[in-house]
C-alpha cells in the first residue's frame, strides 16, 4: 500500500500566518500542471508498483485548479499506477472557491474526499490572518459540499488567533459541530517568523494567546470534540467513528508516498526526498532533466526517532512490539526507560504493549516527545 501527494503551491493571496510553498502566480498553473504530469512519468517506479490506496491534492490551494487541470493529472495517475478501487481521494479547498458551479465541473472527477479551510466563523478574525472568505459563505461552501454529494468532508479550525478569547473559541467550536462534518483538523496558531503575522506581532500590531490561554482553549475544544462522538485519534485529529483520514494516517504508520509538485516530499521507507522550493525552477528542471529535488538516506536512529515522534502524536500511541520488531530489545529499552519517568507523572499510559499521551501530556507533548529523540 502507497500513497500520492499532489502540492499545488498556488494562492489568490497570502494568509498572513502561512509559512508553506505557496505563490500568487495564476498564469504558472498550466506549466506547474504539465510538469507534475512529466514528474510522474520520471518516477514511475518510486513506489515500487505498490497500490495506491490514497491520493491527496494539498497546497497552497488546489481549489484554484480546472476540472481539466485535474482530470490531466488523474488520467497519468491512472495510466502509471494501479490505484485502489476504495482509494480515498481528497482535495484541499479554501470556501470561496466552493460554489455550486465549481462542483458541476468537478462532479465527473473521482474525489470522494474533501477538505475546507474554514479556520473560523468570525469575520473580524478572519480579516487579521488575510483570509478572503466570510463566516457565512464559510458555511454555504460547506452546504455546497453536501449537495454536490460529498459525504465525507473535513473542515480546518484555528485557535489562539489574534483578539480571541476562550468565550469566542468555544462559539466557533459550536458553529463547527453544527455543521456535522465526518473529520476536523484544529491547530494552535504559531507564529512562524518570517509570516506577515509574526512581523505584525514584533511591531506590537497582534498579541498572541499566552501558553495558559492556548491549553485552556485545547482542553475546552478535546472536551467538546469527544462528547459530539469525535475520535482523538491525533493531537490536531478528530474523526466520526470510522472516518479517519487515511492520507494523515498512512503518513503516521510510515507507509511510502510519492510527492509531486514544487517542495513536495515523499518518503520510500529509506529516505526522504523533497523538490526544490521554486516554481520556476522545478518547471524548467523536470523538463531538462536537470536535479530538482534533494535525498537523505535515513539511518536506523532516523528511522526509530521519525516512528516515535509521530506515534506519539496519535491515540494509540507507540507500539512496544513494532520497536522491538523493527528496530531491536536494545531500541525498546531506551524508550521505556525515557517513557517510564512520565508514566509515573501521569503524562503516558501503557495499554497492551502502546504507549501513548494522557490529555496532561498532549498539552506538553513537545517537550516530552524531544525527550525520545536519539542521538
Known sequence: MAGIYIH?????????YCDFYTRVAPRQIDDTVNAIVREMEIRADYLKREPIQTIYFGGGTPSLLTAEQFQQIFDKIYALFEVNYAAEITFEANPDDLTPVFFESIKQLPF??????????????LKKINRLHSGDEAVAAF????????????IDLIYGLPLQTKQNWEIQL??????????????GLTYEEGTPLHKLRELGRVSSADDSEMVEMYKLMFRKMEKAGYEPYEISNFAKPGLRSQHNSAYWKMIPYLGLGPSAHSFDGNSRQWNVSSIKKYNADVFTGSNFFELENLTLIDKYNEYVMVALRTKEGVNLSYIAEKFGADFCDKFMITAQKQIENKYMVVNNQHVSLTLEGILISNLLIEDFVLV
Do not use: M, W
Request: net charge positive.
Open 174 to 187: 459550536n458553529k463547527a459541530l453544527s455543521l456535522g462534518a465526518e473529520h476536523i483538523s484544529i491547530y
Open 8 to 16: 499545488i503551491p498556488f494562492c489568490k493571496q497570502r494568509c498572513s
Open 143 to 154: 452546504t455546497s459540499a453536501r449537495n454536490a454529494g460529498f459525504d465525507n468532508i473535513s
Open 112 to 125: 470522494n474526499r474533501i477538505s475546507i479551510g474554514i479556520q473560523s466563523f468570525d469575520d473580524v478574525q
